[in-house]
């Protein structure tokens, strides 16, 4: 089904965007309204949508630039909901004590409620909603159930007019999140071959793999992929650190957007900037080595040529 109808938009490059520099991270220092706009002057003038995962202050701020500074961009917002079970699974954590789940069901019920509001606030930027994120995958460490995602999804339909989602890796839409899809008005999948230890020689192939998974399975709804990129560091944890650098990753980003633009698929690459406040404090830690531009803003190879390009036009 074409996502264009399914979003009421028109088509265009679109990338995930956390704007968080050295020393900040959520709940403790935010980026600044110059930091913000610094980004998204990057941004703009190669993506036309941008995603952003919450309804705190960074996604406030970016809202605000957006319509104060006149950007041509629009925005995919999410609330993200916390742990409302005990996932007992979860390799790095995933359970906490039952006052916490509590705690955190009135927390998601008041993000949602934001969601809502920023959609009533910035119709003219925020395109889409999504109620949470990778908040039903098995290894998830804030798992929420699907029967309180559907809720969410009511509440916010019910609310606003924006097409509401909810974003996840492709595996629980096979089956898990089968009661979902009705409520939702389109899916959005994240597929990551490195992670799943695939080499760059299948990895495009392995991501339409997983794409298609879905979209066969539910031919009467819009799939668009909200997460899919390519690592350029790792120091083993979970990714071999010969399978990630920026050449791979330069690889890996035009097979993906040719690919997409051929099969008119809208794909979120993920992502803009490294984060340097992700996962253990090891240098190495994959988590921090997603971005296009370095922590610094300064472009990693796939960025250069792209720029190069551009310059030589």
């Known amino acids: 089904m074409d996502y264009t109808k399914a979003l009421n938009i028109e088509p265009g490059s679109a990338i995930c965007y956390s ?24 941004l703009k003038g190669h993506w036309k949508y941008i995603r952003l995962y919450d309804c705190g202050p960074h996604s406030e701020t970016v809202l605000k630039v957006i319509k104060k500074e006149k950007l041509d961009l629009r925005v995919m917002l999410g609330a993200y909901i916390e742990a409302e079970m005990n996932n007992f699974g979860c390799p790095w954590g995933g359970t906490y004590p039952e006052e916490v789940l509590q705690e955190n069901k009135i927390k998601n019920l008041k993000k949602i409620e934001k969601l809502i509001g920023f959609a009533k606030q910035f119709p003219e930027i925020i395109f889409s909603l999504a109620v949470g994120n990778e908040a039903c995958v098995d290894w998830t460490d804030h798992y929420v159930p699907v029967e309180s995602v559907i809720e969410y999804v009511k509440l916010v339909k019910s609310e606003a007019k924006q097409p509401v989602t909810f974003c996840e890796n492709y595996v629980p839409w096979l089956h898990k999140l089968e009661p979902l899809v009705a409520e939702i008005d389109f899916i959005s999948i994240h597929t990551y ?103 610094d803003r300064k472009p990693k190879l796939v960025m250069q040529k792209i720029l190069e390009t551009n310059q030589a036009v």
């Open 193 to 295: 071959p490195v992670w799943e230890y695939q080499n760059i020689l299948n990895a495009l192939e392995y991501t339409k793999s997983n794409y298609y998974s879905v979209a066969h399975k539910y031919p009467d709804k819009a799939v668009i992929i909200t997460e899919a990129g390519w690592a350029t560091n790792s120091n083993g944890r979970g990714i071999d650190p010969g399978n990630v650098n920026e050449d791979l990753q330069d690889i890996y980003y035009n097979e993906l957007v040719n690919w997409s633009k051929e099969a008119n698929i809208l794909t979120f690459v993920f992502e803009a900037f490294d984060e340097p406040w992700k996962g253990s404090p090891d240098p190495k830690e994959p988590e921090k080595h997603w971005g296009l531009f370095k922590e």
């Open 19 to 42: 704007g968080y520099r050295k020393g900040q991270r959520p709940g403790v220092a935010y980026p600044s309204y110059e930091q913000v706009r610094e980004d998204l002057l990057i």
